[in-house]
C-alpha cells in the first residue's frame, strides 16, 4: 500500500515560485507514474503533470512551460517546480499514483491520492 504526502504549498505573489513536494512510503513507488492535480474551488480536479516510469513527462497546456516536475525513486519523491504564478494556478494541489492503464489526464485512472495542498498566488 502507497501513501502519499504533499508539502511546499503557501501563498505566494504573482510571478513567485513554489516547489512542491509528495513523499510516497513503500517500495514500490518507482514502478508507478505519479500524477499532479489540482482542484479550484467549485471546479473540478484537473491534470496538472505526469512523470512516467523512465522519466519522461507530459504537462497540461495551462502550465507548459512554466511547472517541471520530476522524480527521485531514491527519495521516494515526486516534484512539482511551479514558476510565473498566476492567479488562476490557486488551487488545492494533489499527487496520486497512476495505477491503471487508460488516459493520463483522467483521475480516475490514479488512486493512493494525498491529502493537499494549498497554493494561493496574490495578485
Known amino acids: 500500500q502507497v501513501q502519499l504526502v504533499e508539502s511546499g504549498g503557501g501563498l505566494v505573489q504573482v510571478g513567485g515560485s513554489l516547489r512542491l513536494s509528495c513523499a510516497a512510503s513503500g517500495r514500490t513507488f518507482s514502478r508507478y507514474a505519479m500524477g499532479w492535480f489540482r482542484q479550484a474551488p467549485g471546479k473540478e480536479r484537473e491534470f496538472v503533470a505526469i512523470v512516467f516510469i523512465d522519466s519522461s513527462v507530459l504537462y497540461a497546456d495551462s502550465v507548459k512551460g512554466r511547472f517541471t516536475i520530476s522524480r527521485d525513486n531514491a527519495k521516494n519523491t515526486v516534484y512539482l517546480q511551479m514558476n510565473s504564478l498566476k492567479p488562476e494556478d490557486t488551487a488545492v494541489y494533489y499527487c496520486?499514483?497512476?495505477?491503471?492503464?487508460?488516459?493520463?489526464?483522467?483521475?480516475?485512472?490514479?488512486?493512493?491520492w494525498g491529502q493537499g495542498t494549498q497554493v494561493t498566488v496574490s495578485s
Open positions: 496520486a499514483v497512476k495505477v491503471f492503464s487508460g488516459r493520463y489526464y483522467q483521475p480516475d485512472q490514479y488512486d493512493h
